[in-house]
């Protein structure tokens, strides 16, 4: 029968023990094989299956690698060959930054370095950056293309300048009108002028001293141009051929002063100081076909809304912005009710201002856009939607508002001022950002009228002078180079005269 293993180890102890007594520097070995053969007796059983120690002893060791590191199992040998693969090949360049020799050029350079600094490197700040980017120029390719520069209007100054001795400082007034064939109307106490923007050419188109009309009171070009309406202290409105020079007609029929006028096609608004606002159809006879009677004190400002011909904003001394929709041959007041009394009601009315709203505009990107500005207590302009009198924005300015006008090229507004600042500011619309405001006049800005192409701002105040602002650019310039408005580079760049 075979031994069992306790009484082969036993047997093989006797052993080891009796040639350990003869040879005492085997004793050692003889130890260590000991040691191996009761471990290998451990692990082996009868059955030769493995054992559950030496599983146990497996998990453990697997369970020690996997926490060290889950994707590299041995990582000191893995740096260790990526050092001996890699070491021999690095390329050992100087340091970027040298602090003892200087410093290196490769320190965020793009291309050339920058100029040295100079006492003029502020006031010379282009020519600089065209050095710094010149090598750059020469590959189209990269080159980026550049923004418009920023307009600065703080230090805009007039094209051109005129006297006018006896332009009345009055608010009520509007003695200023352009027409789209560039002719512009001022009137001056008595007395009407017509100036050539073109040629600059002036005359004088009629004496009201002559007729016993007083002094003029407002002006309006038809929009074709061709007629020129005048209101005067008399309360009546005279009409003129522009060509001819000749006077067409007189309309009476208002009780007071005729302060503001407007055109739409062949009918003619008209509002007094009576609070009423007439309107004229100048083709015919009776020329009043309306009245309509929504002020309570003198109106100030008539606006036609463009492209259309029946609505009609209006503002007044009574500080109302009204809305009207008047239907050319049917207005809202047939001849009946006016034989009976009966009055015509605006669209809407608004009260919103605090002073007398004398500047009105309509918006030519937005026809349903309105914007009313008031007097000296209230400093405000709103905007209005036409067709349902909501009030969409205001803007709170400094000085009074005496005249606005949007602009054809830009989503801009532009407002004129009187006391105190008699300044011209521009505000974008509809973010309301202030683009730039500059001192206009030494007294009230009260007349204002745009070029007919919409980039020059002419402006009359009680500083007796008319000054013309270069305030936009046109988008589409005439071939063979850009022509002045006003004809200022034909005269040799002359910008200063007389209306008179």
């Not at 005492?24 to 059983?45: F, Q």
Request: glycine share 8%; charged share 20%.
């Amino acid at each position: 029968m075979p031994s069992s293993p306790q009484s082969l180890t036993a047997e093989l102890s006797k052993l080891t023990l009796s040639r350990d007594e003869h040879h005492p520097s085997r004793s050692s070995s003889a130890d260590s094989l000991r040691r191996e053969n009761t471990r290998t007796m451990d692990v082996v059983g009868r059955s030769g299956d493995t054992s559950v120690s030496q599983i146990s002893e497996t998990k453990r060791e697997t369970k020690k690698v996997s926490e060290a590191d889950r994707f590299v199992p041995n990582r000191a040998a893995l740096e260790a060959n990526n050092t001996l693969e890699h070491d021999g090949s690095i390329d050992r360049d100087a340091p970027l930054l040298n602090t003892e020799g200087g410093s290196s050029k490769r320190i965020l350079a793009f291309a050339e370095p920058p100029p040295a600094s100079s006492a003029s490197v502020h006031t010379d700040i282009r020519l600089n950056l065209a050095r710094s980017t010149g090598s750059r120029s020469a590959n189209p390719a990269s080159t980026k293309p550049q923004a418009n520069p920023k307009r600065n209007l703080s230090k805009l100054k007039p094209d051109r300048v005129l006297d006018a001795p006896g332009l009345v400082d009055d608010f009520y007034y509007n003695l200023l009108s352009w027409s789209s064939t560039n002719l512009l109307a001022v009137g001056i106490g008595a007395r009407v002028f017509v100036w050539n923007a073109d040629d600059g050419s002036v005359k004088e188109l009629c004496n009201g001293e002559d007729q016993g009309c007083g002094d003029v009171q407002s002006l309006k070009w038809s929009e074709d141009g061709s007629y020129l309406a005048t209101g005067w202290a008399d309360s009546t409105i005279q009409i003129y051929d522009i060509e001819s020079g000749k006077r067409l007609r007189k309309m009476a029929g208002h009780l007071a002063r005729v302060g503001t006028l407007s055109w739409s096609q062949h009918v003619l608004a008209s509002g007094s100081k009576s609070g009423q606002i007439h309107m004229h159809d100048v083709r015919i006879q009776q020329h009043k076909v309306d009245e309509l009677n929504g002020h309570a004190s003198e109106v100030t400002g008539l606006a036609w809304k463009p492209q259309e011909s029946f609505s009609l904003a209006s503002g007044g001394n009574d500080n109302v912005v009204n809305c009207w929709d008047w239907r050319v041959g049917t207005g809202t007041s047939s001849a009946a009710d006016l034989a009976q009394g009966r009055k015509s009601e605006p669209r809407w009315s608004k009260r919103n201002h605090e002073a007398a709203v004398k500047a009105l505009a309509w918006c030519p990107w937005t026809p349903s856009l309105l914007a009313s500005g008031g007097g000296t207590g209230d400093h405000t302009i709103h905007f209005w939607q036409s067709a349902t009198g909501a009030r969409l924005n205001s803007i709170k300015l400094d000085s009074q508002v005496t005249g606005l006008h949007f602009s054809h090229h830009t989503r801009e507004i532009l407002s004129t001022h009187g006391f105190p600042e008699n300044n011209i500011q521009v505000h974008s619309y509809p973010s309301l950002a202030n683009v730039g405001a500059w001192p206009a006049h030494d007294a009230r800005v009260l007349h204002s009228g745009l070029s007919p192409d919409g980039t020059i701002l002419a402006t009359g105040a009680g500083d007796e002078a008319l000054k013309f602002w270069k305030v936009w650019e046109s988008k589409a310039a005439p071939a063979g180079g850009k022509k002045s408005t006003m004809g200022i580079l034909e005269r040799g760049g002359q910008k200063s005269g007389n209306i008179r």
